[in-house]
T-cell receptor, first 116, second 115 residues
Framework: NAGVTQTPKFRILKIGQSMTLQCAQDMNHNYMYWYRQDPGMGLKLIYY???????DKGEVPNGYNVSRSTTEDFPLRLELAAPSQTSVYFCASSLAGTFPPTDTQYFGPGTRLTVL | AQTVTQSQPEMSVQEAETVTLSCTYDTSESDYYLFWYKQPPSRQMILVIRQEAYKQQNATENRFSVNFQKAAKSFSLKISDSQLGDAAMYFCAYKNTGTASKLTFGTGTRLQVTL
């Protein structure tokens, strides 16, 4: 079990460039999340998905897009990168709908993104 | 909206000693989850312990235990017999029950472990 994997680990972008951060999980979790962590802060939710084909916005969705075509994958797309998007990005997953409920989110190792 | 407050930006503990990290939260919900996550220099977010609000018994995981005071909205983490590997950022997090409600994180406490 690899858990939650993210690629790449590091990336430097120029202002205006676009890129996709990849996230995959092999735990058959139905819920997946994208968070960003700015220096000295906790994580903030960007987008989440409750299943294939279903996504919704979190606290800080502007400048990002997501898709969920399979249960395993949840890529995050940055369009027109800006310096304000310099951050560490974490993908997470959880299994919802169990009894008793677990609701524990398991995190990937993160992607450090710098926009110059 | 829920908020999580960690009032100790940094803490230090000697190896083998005990340290307590503080966390308070604000919510109008009666049922929810609380978590402590550890983030070492590798940046990986590692679940340390979780507590269901409906449970009166405090959660424990080996050397880690919590003091959950629901009325006071307090959720502190106690680390016993501290080890060098415990050095990390520790984040307290809150989550409503049901659906895909988000984790709300505090700003973290950096724990140093000295010899």
């Amino acid at each position: 079990n690899a858990g939650v994997t993210q690629t790449p680990k590091f990336r430097i972008l120029k202002i205006g460039q676009s890129m996709t951060l990849q996230c995959a999980q092999d735990m058959n979790h139905n819920y997946m999340y994208w968070y960003r962590q700015d220096p000295g802060m906790g994580l903030k939710l960007i987008y989440y998905s409750v299943g294939a084909g279903i996504t919704d916005k979190g606290e800080v969705p502007n400048g990002y897009n997501v898709s969920r075509s399979t249960t395993e994958d949840f890529p995050l797309r940055l369009e027109l990168a800006a310096p304000s998007q310099t951050s560490v990005y974490f993908c997470a997953s959880s299994l919802a709908g169990t009894f008793p409920p677990t609701d524990t989110q398991y995190f990937g190792p993160g992607t450090r993104l710098t926009v110059l | 909206a829920q908020t999580v407050t960690q009032s100790q930006p940094e803490m230090s503990v000697q190896e083998a000693e005990t340290v307590t990290l503080s966390c308070t939260y604000d919510t109008s919900e009666s049922d929810y989850y609380l978590f402590w996550y550890k983030q070492p220099p590798s940046r990986q977010m590692i679940l340390v312990i979780r507590q269901e609000a409906y449970k009166q018994q405090n959660a424990t995981e080996n050397r880690f235990s919590v003091n959950f005071q629901k009325a006071a909205k307090s959720f502190s983490l106690k680390i016993s017999d501290s080890q060098l590997g415990d050095a990390a950022m520790y984040f307290c997090a809150y989550k409503n029950t049901g659906t895909a409600s988000k984790l709300t994180f505090g700003t973290g406490t950096r724990l140093q472990v000295t010899l």
